[in-house]
Structure formats: structure tokens, C-alpha cells
């Protein structure tokens, strides 16, 4: 049949009772009438119309020469993938798993303060950053993890000066970060972190009372008041805000609470959050009966939240809900992002890495969490034991990777949002079994799928006010 335009790869969904959402490999949509969808796909559109000239801007149909608009589908999809060319660039590594605090939903097995049977020894510290020094990444960011890191400070030191020493042949752009409860910082411990450009990552959970619920100390339940007296003592010898930053957990003690946690964050001065569900390992999932809650609950406190999130902005308060960002930045640009979460292939090991105490190298912080409880499924190696290639380039990761494309996973291929989403295939392994995951039951896919539909339903109303928001968390 010789058809007046070519109909370009897309997929759609039934967005409401009367009208479709339209989306192509690299993100591009279009809301349609079921009435205009049904002419488009019959190939009665008038090419002249309005709506045949919107479709084709999105690259969804052309009437030009198709091998011209492909090369400008894969100049974007390069675009949306240029992640992958820098390969692993966020190296996290865990000093050890001594910690001060009892969170309720701890992730790992941490162990008491006084117990060093976690502590990493300077061999297998010297061999991790000569390990993460050999990705091919012009950029590495070095994130210490726990346990709690601080209370092994002088490994730290010495990972940090390592790391600093073998820069100065490598030249690579590099970065640190520290994940801490920030309770036992004092004056020297912060401008030693200020010297070397070592960010602060910390939790705050909300008001005192969630704060203090979740995330009690092993001396103490009033977690919340040293936290607000270190964040202050950080800031003052650092001499920025910024310094710091801060991520939260929803345990079943915040839902409904979500404009009380986001109030908090804005007089402790911060500017953004990370409304943050809980995920499905260690305590959290072992004690999911007396803190978790169903995952429909999360996603309509979520939507509450954000709502609160995005009417302080348009009354003149900056404030970044952080997983929309990131999802805004893949609806509405060309650009990749970092965020291991919603990548296709998935990141883990590709575009992140952790090290643990001993040397053994996983695909992902979830990855470790799951080998505290005798889950190796996603451990490449040891440091002490295997080379680079034997690590990154080995099979296993080349099968973890295979299993984590979500253009060719079963529910995903078909899905109108698959350009926005990632794959998680260590999530899938803990909530189900199976690094490929069943989408109808998988609740990491009901959450993302259900936000990115209301972000949809938000753009979707043209409030300029709103757009201008989005845009600002964006830029």
C-alpha cells in the first residue's frame, strides 16, 4: 500500500477515558484524541494538518526520507545513552561496618562500635584504589559508605590520600563524598573533609519524632537534637550550606507526614529532598511487617508531597523534589542522567560499583546488602583476589547486564514510559526472585510507572507557574 507519510517506531497507552500518550525510544511524546490516534494509525491524517505536523516534529512519523529522521533518532539516542561511554565513574567503598545508630530499616548487618572484625586493612585499601583508578571514566567519584564511616576516620584519611596520590599520574577529575549520620564529626574531622573537597552525605528522616524513631543512636534515642548541633558545627567550619546534603526513608512512622518532613528540611536549609521509599533489603525487609506499608500508600503521600513541594516554589521558596528531577530532565530533554536507578542498561556495575571492608566487589550497595544475608548473586570479585578485567569485564557481569535492558524486557518493551525508566535487576532478584522481575506484581515498576503518569498528568495541564518549577529543578 503506498501510504502519503511513514509511520516511525513508537509505543502508546490509554492515558484517560478519550485520549492517548505517544512516546518513541528516545523520549519524545504526544498526547492524541483516541478520535486523531485512530486517523494516524489508519494513515488518514491530512500532512498539512496541525497535528500530523506535531507528530512528526516528534520524530513519531515523517513524510521525508526515513533514513534521514533514523540518523536523527540516533543522534539522540546516543544522547540519552552517553552514560555508558565514560563507563564506571561512582566507586563506593566501605571502610567498614562498625555504626553508632540503630536505624529500624538498616540495610546491612552493621556491627557494634567496638567489634573490628570489619575494619579494612591498608592492603586491601591500596589494591581497591588502584583497582577503581584503572576505569577507563575521565571522572571518579570515591563514596564512602558504612557502617558508618566516620567512626573509622583514619582509613578514610588514608583512602582519601591514596586516591589523591594516584591522581597525580592519572589526572582524572575527582571527587569524594562521605555518608555519615554526622554524630560523631567534631572540628578536625570537618576541615579535614574540607581540604580535600570531601562532600558530606547524612540522613534526616524528618521533625524529631520520625527522626528520632527511625534513626535512634545505640546510646541514645534523641538522634535529632546531636544531628541539628553537628549540621550546624559542619556548616559553620565549612562556611557553605551546600557541604551538605541530606536523604530521607519513608518508614511507616512518615507517611502522612510528608509536608511536616519537607517543612523540616527547609529550616534546617536545605534545598532539595528525595521522597524516598523504603527498599526491600536487610532489617527492612527482615521487620517489614512493623514498618513497611503497601506501596499504593507511598505513591499518594508521594503525590501529596510533591504538590506541597511545588506550590512553596511558585510562593518563592527554591526547593527540588530530587526523584522528579531526575525523571523531568528524561521526559523533557536530550540528556542522560547519572542515576543508576533509571538506567537502560541498568548501572549497576557499568556505571557504579561498591568495595567492601575485605575486598569483595559487588554491582550495587543493594548488591552487598543482599550478600549480608548470604546472597551472592551480584558479587564480581575481590580486589585481593582478581584483576580489573576479571572484575568489570568478566561474565557475570556480562550476564547481570544482559538481564537489564529494558528495551527488550518482558512488560518494559511495550510500556509507553520505558524511554523515562530503568531496570533494576537487584531489586527484581530480592522483591522476586528473578534479576528480570514480573512487572504486573513488581512495586519498584507501580511506583515509578504511577510518578511518571502524574508528572505526565502535571505538564499535561500547561500551568505555566508549574512548567517554570520544573524547568528550575532542571536547569
Known sequence: ???????????????????????????????????????????????????????????????????????????????????????????????????????????????????????????TAKKIIKTIFQSPSPCIKIEFQGGDPSTYFEMVEYMIEEAELQNLFKKKELEFVICTNITLLDESKIKYLKKHNCFISTSLDGPKAIHNANRPLQTTAETFEIFEEKLKLVREVWGDNNCVSALMTTSKFALWHFKEIVDEYVRLGFNSIFLRSLNPYGFAKQYKDKIAYPIEDFIENYKIGLDYIIDLNKKGTFFIEGFAALLLRRMLTPFATGFVDLQSPAGVGIAGAIYDYDGNVYVSDEGRMMARFKRYDFKLGNVNENTYQEIFNGEHLHNIISNACNECLPGCATCVFQPYCGADPVRNMSEQNDMVGFRPTNEMCKKTKAIIRYLFELIKQNDPETINVFWSWIR
Open 1 to 123: 500500500m503506498n501510504h502519503h507519510y511513514t509511520i516511525l517506531p513508537f509505543r502508546f497507552s490509554l492515558f484517560n477515558d478519550n485520549e492517548y500518550l505517544l512516546t518513541n525510544d528516545v523520549g519524545e511524546y504526544i498526547f492524541l484524541s483516541a478520535e486523531d490516534f485512530k486517523s494516524f494509525i489508519n494513515y488518514n491524517l491530512d500532512i498539512q494538518s496541525q497535528i500530523f505536523q506535531d507528530i512528526a516534529s516528534k520524530q513519531i512519523a515523517t513524510t521525508d526520507k526515513v533514513e534521514d529522521v533514523v540518523n536523527m533518532l540516533a543522534t539522540k539516542f546516543r544522547t540519552k545513552k552517553s552514560i555508558l561511554r565514560d563507563f564506571t565513574t561512582l566507586h563506593m567503598v566501605v571502610p567498614t561496618l562498625r555504626c553508632n545508630s540503630s536505624c529500624i530499616y538498616c540495610q546491612v548487618a552493621r556491627k557494634n562500635m567496638d567489634d573490628r572484625t570489619s575494619d579494612m586493612t591498608k592492603e
